[in-house]
Structures are given as structure tokens and as C-alpha cells.
């Protein structure tokens, strides 16, 4: 299996998370035209159900939508439960995979969040995620691989999920030339940002030939941007993201059909691969690079490490040096506490760093070693010689990797944080590009720190990392997905390659 194959852990996690976050938006609607966007109140009876295709240059899915107003007969109080089931059909390398989303939630009358449950299935993989709300906080419980971690996520008066927030804005009203702003929780990631929802003027969009008055509205989370096309009855129509994404409105039988299951589907990996003119011979083995990135903005960026320097900011240029091994500081295990930031050792809904079967097994790895750089090559070392390389279209979860023994960058990156972690070696997730088969691919890898902070790559069995990592972000899953900010709008030139200038 060529390392092409294991390196798009990234892509394939961000993609799966922005998939959840643009359908789990999508709801029926219905209601009477006004100058604003508006909920009708649906009788008890009232089940609706909404179509979408998904296309990625190609159809690629579809999702169902569904949501009931209930009165309780004996209190008379009003709730909200919505449905939504989404099936995708794509290609990652050579691997075809086929992905299904699953989510409930339930709301008051006034679409404030008072349940939920996400999951995930892609073959042998599963996450789920359920949420209640009580005391103005999320109690959590995220199950992999048979396995409960609970936790409680403090929460804002009007948090909203993904899959209530439009309902919620449409019943509360739009009107054109505002802006709205809110949190809103994703499931997927287990965190929460805010939303910017500004109201457009009306619009005349065409599905099948067909036109529809709706109001164009801008969206932007996480530094991403989407556009929104709502009708009057509070449909959303249409929706575009600056990834080549987009999903319309279409009947179950337009939904069902057309989706390329045996052939060429769409490629993850072609579409966000960066191909320089320059191609670099032995990447595993370069020692120096030197790069300018244009199109992207370095102050949402985290461009410094200690391999990566940044030259210039306009435009910006980098320079990264592998790591040597017989320079780096190394300290006993046990001095490494209090010389970093917490963070770094701390456990997560997917790091399980104090779970029992993570915690031996690093024991058993490290066999009495107390070295912390001789501990950390040790994790590295098992983890990339255990980890069967395969593409997984999942939450990366360590204890579910420890399970399945499978996995792309993210999870070896994410199993090797949460070895290192429960021995007390901090350790923290990067994104980024790294070149492979004449490309630049998105890829993930660790930093750990023992003595001073040293890249390794799990997935190749870098114990100290080649120069054509080029990292744009540290920090775990809800820091990683602000990245999406720069998918597609990278431009990379190589000037420079174990010190001999390259001319492009």
C-alpha cells in the first residue's frame, strides 16, 4: 500500500464533519409567505419530510430531513423532534467508501435544544454521540467501539445544533440587511463557535428549470463561508460552500437516483492535492525546504514550530528543517509536568488518555523506559508497525483505533497522542500538507514534547519528520477544523531543496 493511500486523514475528517454541519441544516418548512421568513406553527399531526442531492462535481448523496411538532395532551407543552438520515458514495485514493450520518434532536417550542444523538457508520466504524441539556450545560456521552466517555460541555442560553439552527432563525424571523449571530454546537467535533448569519436581499434561483423567490443568505463559521438560498416558507433551497460543494432541493426519487455507486466516483484526494512544477526525488529523505504559500492569510494560521520558520509574511515563506535526533533535549518522564501548557496532556472525548486499555498498552510499549525522546520513538515505532494503513472515513477515536488496529494519519496521530499523553508526555495534533507520489496532500502528525518539542510522523515512522511537512495548525479536533478556511485557495511554490535553490 503506498503511503498515498494514508495520508489524507485530514481531508477525509474535515470533510465528513462540514458534510454533517451543511445537511444537518436542511429542513422542511412550510408556512405562508411575509416580509420575513417565517415558521408555521404545525399541527400535532404534521410529519414533513425534505430532499437534498449532494454533489462534489458529481452527485454524491443525498440526505432526508424530517421534522414533527408534538403538543403533550396532559401538559399541553410543545416540542420539536427532527430526523435526518444521510447516505455519500465517494472515493478516497482506490478506496470507495460509502458513509451514513444519522441524527435526532429534540427542541422546546421556541427551538431552544433539549436533546440529541449523532452517528456515524462507515463500514466497521461507529461513533455516537448524545447530548442532553440540564443546569445550562451539554452532559455528554460519546460511545466507540463499546466503550462510554462521558463528559459535561458548558453552553450559551441559545446554543443550537447544526440541524436546528435554521429552523430556529426562521421562526424567530429574517429580515433582509441584518445580522445574526449565535453558537452553535457540532456534535462531530464536540465543540462549539459562533455563527454569522447575514440576511441578503431576494433572489430568483432556478432548480430543474423551475424558478423560486428566495432570500440569499451568508453564513460563516469557523472562518468558512457558505451561501444559503431560503424561500418565504423557510425552505432552504440551495446551499454553496467555497469547497466545491453544494446541495439543492429535489424530490425523493431525484434524491435516490444518479448516484455513481460502481464507477468512477469522485476522488477526496485529487480534489484538495496540490501538485508543484517542481517534483521532489526521496521526500523522506529531504533535510531543507524552502516555500512561499499565497492565498491564504497567516494570521489564522499556527506557521511556527520548532522545524518551521516563517522568512517572509508578503508573501509568506517558509523554511523547514528536519529535526536531529542527537540534538534534541531529552528529560526523565517525570520533570515534564509543569513545562508546558496543560492542554497538551490533557484527555478528550476521542484522546482517552486515562482510559484503561490506552494506558497499558503504553506501559507495555514503553517497558520501563523513562527517557522521555526514547519513549516517544518507542510509541512512534509501535504505533506506525501496528496500525494497519487504511483509509477510515470516521471520527478518529484512540480507543476505537486500539480496537479496529486501522487507520489513516488521523488516527495514528490521534492513538500515539493518547499513548503519550498517558505517561505524562505532552504531546499535541498537527495539520497540514506533506508531499507524497508527486503531490502535496493534506496529512496529519504529532509534536511531542521532552525537553523541547520534536515532530514525528506515526503514519511514515518518522521519528523525526522530513522537510516537506508543512504544518498550518496545531491543537485537537476542534482546532483542526479551521483549516477549511484554506482548502482549494493554497498556492505553493518549492524555492529551495536541501539548500540548492529550485527554479520553478
Known amino acids: 500500500m503506498t503511503r498515498k493511500r494514508v495520508i489524507s486523514g485530514f481531508i477525509i475528517l474535515f470533510w465528513l464533519t462540514m458534510m454533517s454541519l451543511l445537511v444537518y441544516r436542511h429542513l422542511p418548512r412550510p408556512g405562508e409567505a411575509s416580509q420575513l421568513i417565517q415558521l408555521e406553527r404545525f399541527s400535532k399531526s404534521t410529519h414533513d419530510r425534505q430532499w437534498m442531492s449532494i454533489h462534489l462535481g458529481k452527485k454524491i448523496g443525498y440526505s432526508m430531513t424530517s421534522i414533527a411538532k408534538m403538543t403533550n395532551e396532559q401538559t399541553n407543552v410543545v416540542t420539536y423532534s427532527f430526523l435526518q438520515r444521510v447516505f455519500i458514495h465517494m472515493r478516497v485514493g482506490h478506496v470507495k467508501q460509502k458513509i451514513t450520518l444519522m441524527s435526532t434532536a429534540k427542541a422546546d417550542a421556541d427551538f431552544q435544544l433539549l436533546s440529541f444523538e449523532a452517528n456515524v457508520v462507515s463500514g466497521v466504524h461507529q461513533i455516537k454521540i448524545s447530548g442532553e441539556v440540564k443546569d445550562k450545560a451539554l452532559h455528554l456521552i460519546v460511545v466507540s467501539s463499546g466503550r462510554e466517555n462521558e463528559m459535561v460541555y458548558p453552553i450559551k442560553d441559545n446554543v443550537q445544533l447544526p440541524i436546528t439552527l435554521e429552523p430556529y432563525l426562521a421562526s424567530h424571523g429574517l429580515e433582509t440587511g441584518k445580522t445574526y449571530s449565535m453558537e452553535v454546537f457540532d456534535p462531530m467535533s464536540v465543540s462549539s463557535d459562533p455563527v454569522t448569519v ?133 528529560l526523565p518522564i517525570s520533570q515534564l509536568d509543569d513545562k508546558t501548557d496543560t492542554l497538551w496532556l490533557a484527555a478528550t472525548p476521542f484522546i482517552q488518555t486515562q482510559d484503561e486499555k490506552i494506558c497499558k498498552q503504553a506501559e507495555d510499549i514503553l517497558d520501563g523506559e523513562t527517557d522521555a525522546l526514547q519513549a516517544a520513538i518507542k510509541l512512534q515505532s509501535w504505533v506506525f508497525a501496528s496500525i494497519k494503513k487504511q483509509f477510515t472515513f470516521s471520527i478518529p477515536s484512540a480507543v476505537e483505533v486500539l480496537t479496529t488496529m486501522e487507520g489513516d494519519c488521523n488516527e495514528h496521530t490521534t492513538l500515539f497522542t493518547a499513548l503519550a499523553r498517558s505517561v505524562g508526555i505532552p504531546a499535541r495534533m498537527c495539520v497540514g500538507l506533506a508531499y507524497v507520489n508527486g503531490g502535496f496532500y493534506y496529512h496529519a502528525w504529532p509534536e511531542v514534547y521532552v525537553g523541547e518539542w520534536l515532530t514525528m510522523d506515526p503514519t511514515f515512522g518518522q521519528n523525526a519528520v522530513d522537510a516537506t511537512h508543512i504544518k498550518l495548525l496545531e491543537g485537537d479536533l476542534s482546532k483542526q477544523f479551521e483549516l477549511g478556511s484554506v482548502l482549494g485557495k493554497v498556492d505553493l511554490t518549492i524555492l529551495e531543496l536541501n539548500g540548492e535553490p529550485v527554479s520553478e
Do not use: F
Open 198 to 330: 447575514e440576511v441578503g436581499e431576494e433572489d430568483r434561483l432556478y432548480l430543474d428549470g423551475k424558478p423560486y423567490i428566495a432570500r440569499k443568505i451568508n453564513l460563516t463559521y469557523r472562518n468558512m463561508e457558505s451561501t444559503v438560498w431560503m424561500d418565504y416558507d423557510g425552505r432552504t433551497l440551495k446551499e454553496v460552500t467555497p469547497m466545491g460543494m453544494y446541495m439543492q432541493m429535489v424530490s425523493e426519487e431525484d434524491a435516490r437516483r444518479g448516484i455513481d455507486t460502481d464507477g468512477e466516483s469522485v476522488d477526496l484526494l485529487a480534489i484538495y492535492s496540490i501538485v508543484p512544477k517542481h517534483p521532489i526525488e526521496s521526500p523522506r529523505e529531504l533535510r531543507q525546504c524552502k516555500l512561499k504559500l499565497e492565498g491564504i492569510d497567516p494570521g489564522n494560521l499556527s506557521l511556527p514550530s520548532a522545524n518551521q520558520t516563517i522568512l517572509s509574511e508578503d508573501p509568506i515563506t517558509i523554511e523547514i528543517t528536519q529535526p536531529e535526533l542527537g540534538q534534541i533535549l531529552s
